[in-house]
């Protein structure tokens, strides 16, 4: 056997290695739409707010409501694209898009997300509006770090950076909205686009 013969054996066999342990079929283009979707909520979240007689949101107000509803949106809107677009990539690729990788992976990243919402949650019931932000940021950063073992390295890097937003956030509370914005808005594009570039474009 020739020594490029054995490469690329031994190149096949690291490929197979990574198939079975790594969810590689997300998709970078449905980062660069969570990330666009995530700055046209923000927008009108913005606009919901500084154009309302108050100025700033309170829990039970009409405002507040819109606001949620227009963040639920934007999260459905993101997951919907998200799992599309991973789901034809996967067929396209001809691999599973649902196996014991993709649980894992899922667990990984879910279980630290569920655990912040709740907290989240309550944060907003007791009236404490200007950690939210810092919360959302940190809880979804710790499960892009957990989840990233089962995927690709991009992942772990865009956890790594909104777990510093999230703490900066934290330390600036009055720029919670700017560091949402640039945590769930412009990273996703930045992150989307590096995936897409390195594995996606032909």
């Not at 197979?16 to 666009?36: C, E, Q």
């Not at 100025?55 to 934007?74: A, S």
């Not at 995936?195 to 996606?200: G, V």
């Amino acid at each position: 056997m020739s020594s490029e013969d054995y490469l690329k054996d031994i190149t096949e066999i690291k490929n197979l290695m990574n198939r079975s342990t790594r969810f590689i079929s997300l998709s970078g283009l449905s980062g660069i739409l969570a990330g666009t979707f995530a700055l046209i909520g923000a927008a009108h979240a913005y606009w919901l707010v500084t154009s309302s007689a108050r100025g700033y949101l309170i829990l039970n107000g009409r405002i507040f409501n819109l606001v949620m509803l227009d963040m639920i949106l934007v999260f459905v809107l993101s997951v919907g694209t998200a799992i599309f677009l991973t789901t034809v990539k996967a067929k396209k690729n001809n691999e599973k898009i649902w196996d014991a990788t993709t649980k894992r992976l899922l667990t990984s990243f879910l279980v630290p997300l569920i655990a912040g919402g709740i907290y989240t949650f309550i944060i907003l019931q007791q009236q404490r509006y200007g950690q939210t932000g810092a919360l959302m940021l940190l809880f979804y950063g710790l499960g892009l770090v957990n989840a990233s073992k089962y995927t690709l390295g991009y992942v772990k890097y865009l956890g790594y950076t909104e777990i510093v937003l999230g703490l900066l956030c934290a330390y600036s509370p009055g720029l919670g909205f700017w560091y949402w914005v640039i945590g769930f808005g412009v990273m996703h594009i930045v992150y989307g686009t590096l995936m897409y570039f390195k594995y996606e474009r032909k």
